[in-house]
């Protein structure tokens, strides 16, 4: 059987890696450390946790702990590593890191079939099956690569997103619908402001905690992708000329133009989650939900991402991959982890483990997986492939990915509970009609 090369041991090709020579297929895993280092890495470590060591929630209450349960159903080696080396940590999964990395880097090393080289990649190999996971700090000359392949205008080196909610939290009745001056079908969600509202959303959002920017991502802040915060904080009509501007978005429900407005723009195709337009931020998680919450409207909304300004590599994977990890116009090259559009550490590895298993697939001649969109893996997969690619940016495992229930649950518990458990069982059934038994 050919050999496939993965080139990056993190959370996603460390998954990869293994879920390929779990399939009786030879592997070369190349990692640059500790030749050649990232500026967010300490360790010489496969899979290593570069910031915090939690894996996020682990119940079946949240996406990402539905999309934990998933993995280990499908023999996850970053999952089963963390759930032996899981610390105390409430309903969250957090772990020794020195265990959780020690562990994946030596089973990978013990693996008779992987074959690891400590080397830097600078150029995309042209032959054979690949599986690129160099993540979001990928090195210069590489990166440099993948976006001669890309095109320029589809590969990112920062992400500078806007907050994401979930359209089933939004406060309808505050809110209308429509574009400025009534041009196109309207599109936008907009939350209007008073005066008075919006006044004291000035004051709290320029008062606000900002997360501290690392180092390497100082020269982040460029014209034309500057946070909300920073643009406030130019003077308080800034934003009532930028994206807060009232202008041709007259309000039906009094027939009067407010005096600023936010707008959201849809942000999936199943219409289920929006964006704040123009509202990337650098504020704290808990302090963007503190003072976004302050629009009207948004009072209780759910967020499935925060905004983020970070040094982060990846790719246009609406225009570019297809949902089996594989670049569209070179089947046997394929992308996983950070660099594919997914966001974190779980998200990262669940990313690997399609790719992985794709490609052994391909290597062994077989048909390639497309996952359930039911399933957490499987939503993952068709959001970054499906998005608009306009306005594409990086995305967690959320419940609002999901397709609707067949019928309408209002209690929202029960609402995730009933996803959850689709999403399982659509697993379970993936696994029966492949004949795959791997995992519990
Ligand atoms: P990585 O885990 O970074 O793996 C990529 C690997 O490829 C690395 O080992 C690297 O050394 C290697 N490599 C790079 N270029 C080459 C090359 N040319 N040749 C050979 N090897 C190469 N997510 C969370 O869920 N929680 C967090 O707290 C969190 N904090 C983060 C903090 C920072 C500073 C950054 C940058 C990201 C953070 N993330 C966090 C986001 C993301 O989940 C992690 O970055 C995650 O590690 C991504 O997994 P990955 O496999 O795509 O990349």
């Given at each position: 059987v050919e050999q496939v090369t993965v080139i990056g041991a993190g959370l996603a090709g460390s998954e990869a890696a293994w879920q390929i020579a779990q399939r009786g297929v030879p592997v070369k895993l190349y990692e640059m450390r500790p030749v050649v280092k990232t500026p967010a890495h300490h360790t010489n470590?496969?899979?290593?946790?570069?910031?915090?060591n939690s894996l996020r929630a682990n119940g079946l209450t949240n996406a990402v702990g539905v999309l934990k349960e998933e993995m280990r159903m499908m023999d996850s080696l970053v999952i089963g590593s963390a759930d032996r080396h899981a610390v105390p940590a409430g309903g969250a999964l957090a772990v020794d890191r020195d265990g959780f990395s020690g562990e994946i880097t030596r089973m990978l090393h013990e693996h008779p079939l992987v074959e690891v080289v400590n080397e830097e990649i600078q150029e995309i190999p042209t032959e054979g099956i690949v599986v690129i996971a160099t993540g979001p700090l990928t090195s210069p000359a590489l990166s440099a690569q993948i976006k001669e392949l890309m095109g320029e205008e589809y590969f990112y080196f920062y992400d500078a997103a806007a907050p994401i909610v979930e359209k089933d939290s939004i406060d309808m009745s505050k809110v209308y619908l429509a574009s400025r001056y009534d041009?196109?079908?309207?599109?936008y969600l907009n939350c209007p402001m008073n005066e008075e509202e919006f006044n004291r959303f000035y004051d709290a959002l320029i008062s606000a905690e900002v997360a501290e920017l690392k180092e390497f991502e100082k020269e982040i802040y460029f014209e034309g992708c500057m946070p909300i915060e920073v643009m406030m904080k130019r003077g308080k009509q800034t934003a009532l000329f930028g994206p807060m501007k009232p202008v041709g978005l007259v309000n039906p429900h009094t027939g009067e133009l407010p005096y600023a407005v936010v707008q959201l723009r849809q942000d999936n195709a199943a219409g289920t989650l929006y964006n704040l337009v123009g509202f990337q931020t650098h504020l704290k998680w808990g302090e963007q939900k503190r003072v976004f919450q302050m629009i009207p409207g948004l009072e209780n909304a759910e967020f499935v991402r925060y905004g983020v300004m970070h040094r982060n590599t990846f790719i246009n994977s609406p225009k570019l991959?297809?949902?089996?990890?594989?670049f569209k116009s070179r089947p046997n090259l394929f992308f996983a982890g950070q660099m594919t559009g997914v966001e974190g550490y779980v998200e990262s590895a669940a990313s690997g483990l399609i790719a992985g298993m794709n490609a052994a697939n391909l290597a062994l001649g077989q048909d390639l997986f497309v996952l359930p969109k039911e399933s957490t893996l499987g939503s993952m997969a068709h959001y970054i492939t499906t998005a608009d690619f306009k306005h594409f940016q990086p995305m967690n495992a959320n419940f609002g990915l999901l397709p609707s229930l067949e019928r309408k649950i209002r209690n929202k518990k029960e609402k995730n509970e009933a996803l959850a458990n689709r999403a399982l069982e659509s697993i379970q059934h993936f696994k029966e009609e492949k004949g795959l038994s791997t995992g519990k």
């Open positions: 470590q496969f899979a290593e946790l570069v910031c915090s041009k196109g079908e309207a599109a991959l297809e949902p089996t990890y594989q």
